[in-house]
């Protein structure tokens, strides 16, 4: 499968990660830049005047003096880099870019421990505590990264030095972790070695890295008491004299072994990261049990714990799940790492059976909460994704400081920006899968590329139009066998239309073609007025608004302030817009009442209640992921619904 | 002015104060319990093993050896417990209640340094930092406490043993303090003091006292660097190696000297007792200056910041206001000790100028948030008195793991329990007030006592009957020279009736009599169903239901789960109830409808927007204070309100 993602509305955000972040994303390991401190960042104890993660490679190396700074999970900005750096070179080849990670490259096999150890923290600063600090330590998070960089790597350049490097340092854990005497029987506090060892083996074939990521998945909440005891024994061994702090095992999907949680808890990128090794371990194996236990959490999430934007977590406290239907629109977290993650698993889940809801969710999560995560300048991030805002609340409410209403430039844990970097240099992973039987497009955008099915290499190119209608158009070519192909109907289309030999099946049109051809299907895009679950407490009475793929929002820019003001009376309609800095899009336009808040109201708080007086206004909804490029203002994706 | 409250309601809980609390703060204070850790409690950097507050004086009074245990106030939870004892026995005096003061009072002079300072932890811990660690050592705040004893169990035995204490105490800090050069320019980071040496100068005429406590005001915000310099000095001179911590001024109220200050922000109950403080000097010295500055504080509360259950403080972050009209029902604090701190600002406003407003406030605080703050036990407390509560997000939403469903039995800081003691034996103070022209009567309830006005003493008996028809008759004797009363007219009372040659006058009834008389005012008392204003987002479209002077409250017992999928479609009525655990009270029924979450939602979280189903059933709202009495469940104060 060697796809190429041809859509320039994609294209625009991976020449942006090239031209823009990349190279920013470089000064700031380097320490080259005055900026890199937030001075809208509320936490002082977060580390933020620097990076140093290129620093602290080479004091690991030997190759300079000094002290290790930054978090314990430092190193994987470097990684995370890296494997953004090799997915845009496998996009577009570059010398420069190519010396760039030479560079690196040749920092990190140098940093590297003689028997295979990598993790700089605890080189500089603690080698007696190597693998005894699990629960915080993210030593094999880094490790997972780093394989994740290296597999980047090699499928970019074709170099083998870098998984060289993973293979050693998987040896190394490897004699470290296992179920044997004397070996450490329990897992990393921040799962993610899971699933990259299951990229690893992708590209090495060796199944003994599907079978250790099994035993991580397997082994974690064996023993709730593990990390603890990890702890208490350093103490006893006179080798970390630390208190040994409350561990909240569900932050870390500790509290139970994998096959009994029912429920998504936690810290949501790590149920991701975990749930997404899952499927991928039970797609390999074709362990059903696994993929029972992973299709558990997927229900949880996806039918109770959900964001219409794609986005997970609802508290910030721990950026983490929070109970069934609990999704609170103005102080949740959505975190762009955590739909990152969604993406995986949803992805991974397509591995074990075709469903349209992981394409449909994939889709989702990408078009809105992913890319929110990134300002049109390509060099401001959102950490945190809300359906509302209110920018006095962020400022004045200190329950809602992480609710940003801009997104600033860079933060002191560097987690999404690299990631989503990574990530929308990799899309051609998601486009499109095939198994036995047939080749599937899950996501309606423009793409080229070969696929193998059936004995024989078919070239596709797929052209997508979603403006007045949708028209999807598939070519197909190097047709000599009978080749089944599937093409998703998107659930956000209506009046499909195409060739009536063909049928549907699951939410795909199903073609079966004996010669080149080209498919099509054409679809009306009408505007979709979602409402939620009535346990969803936040949003009763209201509706959210959806065309095409894109889950809409009001701006202040654009509708004036105190957005909850406004009740909508009638149903938006499409028109085609163009903005200096939003481009062309479509917006939504509608009527709505609004309470007038000033000239009607007394000098009072409370009044006897009576039918408050109000206008008809007109509304401009924009797609939600273009919020905030403009100007600071409010935000809001659930509006109230007037009753017809 | 003495005054007998003899209202039934009241009795009911100043007898559990007597009987219940203060024997178990009595036995809290010298861990005489086990019972004391509270299980339930989330934030285990709390103290709440033991008191040892007893403990702590007997070892500064070296009749003990060992360290100080508890908060840097933990004295204060002793001079609390002393109010209210002394309050209670001068309701109701009780040799062994006298015997228990007499106890406490002779530890406290054994405690006393000779120089007059008091403060247990830096007597026993840091002798040296003695005055120097303002921002957050509470010496102060602890004196305030202290003198506030001193002049309740002076008032209620005649013993001037604590006055001396007191006085000797202020000597100290009038010798550390003030503008003189070497002297200490700025103010504790807990007001308090500022409020106790009114009270201190209501008993003994000193007007040093209230000149000291308007300098205290004063000199707060004058200089913003104050407290970090303090550190700085401090650290120089090798006294405190502890590093300076970024200190919040806001949280202070020492931001900017209290003249400049036009918002309520920061902790909300340092705002009211200093705000209080400010009345009184403001009513003692005439000094408009004053007035105004506590004016304003006043009308941005009470116009922005109020809820409508007499609550203040929107934010558990600090405790502390957020910004005009953001009060959300289910994440605020509203803290009992905050509205008691209201309580004290409007009587003290009431000395400059008798509104209407302030009895108002002073009611709906006390009859709502602050009684709210008691189980009908005597023995369970709230801190945070919420307007919404599901038990679920309280467990598993750590930003609302503050709201708790039940009220807990006891606090590691444990200042509103004995607060509420205090204030409800001391309930005397707030019914009337009087001036050169009037006698006023501000609150209703049963009352007897004498009054002193226009050169003659009157004896005033209240009964007020609150059921069917509201009913006040105030039965005025020994009237030789003209009198003029004012009885208040309740802004929740309609069509009043009384005799026709009395007025209205700015909300009170006027009455003139020459002779002896029994006043009579009747009413109705409609359910009442306040909207706040558009700009309090949370509130949109949803009513708050009152009568008399209860708000009421939707709680799951009565009404089923899922509280938040009811619409109320009429104006509820009041009907009289008898509970064996709620005792006799009005209930208030309704209708409403109620959206159905089960049967008609297939299993999914979202879908194309449809007239919901619903049912008709019918709501019973009792009043609010006495919610969570019966067992845990969803508790809800405002309501959605259908479109007539």
Redesign the interface.
């Known amino acids: 499968m060697a796809i190429t993602i041809t859509d320039s509305f994609w294209q625009r955000y991976t020449d942006l990660i090239r031209n823009e972040m990349i190279p920013y994303q470089w000064d700031v390991l380097h320490d080259n830049l005055d900026i890199f401190i937030d001075k809208e960042r509320d936490d002082?104890g977060i580390p933020s005047e620097k990076s140093h993660a290129i620093d602290n490679l080479k004091i690991a190396a030997g190759q300079k003096e000094g002290s290790h700074y930054g978090w314990l999970f430092q190193d994987s900005d470097v990684y995370k880099w890296l494997e953004s750096a090799a997915n845009s070179y496998a996009l577009k080849q570059d010398d420069k870019l190519l010396d760039m990670m030479d560079e690196v490259v040749a920092l990190i096999e140098d940093a590297q421990e003689d028997d295979g150890y990598l993790s700089t923290y605890y080189q500089i600063e603690a080698p007696e505590l190597r693998f005894r600090r699990l629960f915080e330590s993210h030593e094999l998070y880094c490790a997972g990264h780093l394989i994740e960089a290296a597999v980047a790597h090699y499928k970019a350049t074709g170099s083998e030095r870098l998984i060289k490097v993973s293979e050693k340092f998987v040896e190394c854990i490897k004699n470290h972790f296992g179920p044997e005497e004397g070996k450490i029987n329990g897992a990393d506090g921040h799962q993610e070695i899971e699933w990259a060892l299951i990229k690893l083996y992708e590209v090495t074939g060796k199944e003994e890295y599907v079978d250790l990521s099994k035993w991580f998945l397997e082994i974690r909440g064996q023993d709730p008491d593990f990390y603890s005891k990890q702890l208490l024994e350093n103490k006893e061994k006179g080798i970390d004299d630390r208190s040994i702090p409350?561990i909240n095992l569900k932050y870390h999907q500790a509290h139970q072994p994998i096959h009994e949680q029912e429920e998504a808890v936690g810290h949501a990128v790590r149920l991701v990261y975990m749930a997404a090794a899952m499927a991928e371990v039970a797609a390999i194996h074709k362990d059903d049990k696994m993929f029972q236990s992973a299709k558990r959490l997927w229900d949880n999430i996806?039918?109770?714990r959900?964001y219409?934007t794609g986005g997970i977590g609802?508290?910030?406290?721990?950026e983490?799940f929070?109970?069934d239907?609990?999704l609170p629109n103005d102080?949740m977290y959505c975190e762009t790492c955590a739909s990152i993650g969604l993406l995986f698993f949803a992805r991974a889940m397509l591995k074990n059976e075709v469903d349209v809801e992981y394409a449909e969710v994939m889709e989702r999560t990408l078009y809105n909460t992913i890319i929110s995560g990134m300002a049109l300048d390509g060099k401001h991030f959102f950490y945190t994704n809300p359906l509302e805002v209110?920018p006095?609340?962020s400022q004045?409410?200190?329950?809602k400081s992480h609710v940003k209403p801009t997104r600033p430039s860079w933060f002191g844990c560097a987690c999404c920006p690299p990631n989503l970097a990574r990530t929308l240099t990799s899309l051609n992973k998601y486009v499109t899968s095939v198994d036995e039987e047939a080749i599937y497009v899950h996501l309606l955008m423009d793409f080229e590329g070969e696929i193998e099915s059936n004995n024989q290499t078919v070239s596709l190119t797929q052209t997508v139009d979603l403006s007045d209608r949708g028209k999807v158009e598939l070519s197909v070519k190097g047709v000599t066998e009978p080749v089944k192909i599937y093409i998703r109907l998107p659930e956000w289309g209506d009046m499909f239309y195409f060739e009536n030999n063909s049928s549907v099946k699951d939410g795909y049109a199903e073609f079966i073609i004996n010669e080149d051809k080209t498919l099509s299907i054409e679809f009306e895009m009408p505007v979709?007025?979602?409402?939620?679950?009535?346990?969803?407490?936040q949003n009763?009475?209201k509706?959210?608004l959806q065309r095409g793929p894109y889950v809409y929002c009001l701006v202040e820019e654009d509708n004036g302030p105190?957005l909850?003001?406004l009740t909508l009376t009638e149903k938006p309609v499409a028109e085609e817009m163009s903005d200096s800095v939003l481009g062309d899009f479509f917006a939504l336009k509608g009527k709505a009442k609004k309470?007038?808040?000033d000239d009607s109201?007394k000098?009072?708080?409370?009044?006897?209640?009576?039918?408050?007086p109000f206008e008809e206004v007109s509304l401009t909804f924009i797609p939600y992921h273009l919020w905030a490029n403009r100007s600071v203002g409010e935000m809001m994706v659930w509006i109230?619904?007037g009753?017809?």
């Open positions: 002082p409350h996806i039918k109770k959900f219409i609802s508290t910030v406290h721990g983490a929070t109970f239907y609990d102080s209110n006095e609340a004045k409410d200190p329950g979709l007025m979602w409402q939620a679950h009535p346990l969803v407490r009763k009475g509706v959210a105190h909850h003001l309470i007038k808040s109201w000098n009072v708080l409370y009044q006897q209640a009576e039918k408050e109230d619904k009753e017809e």
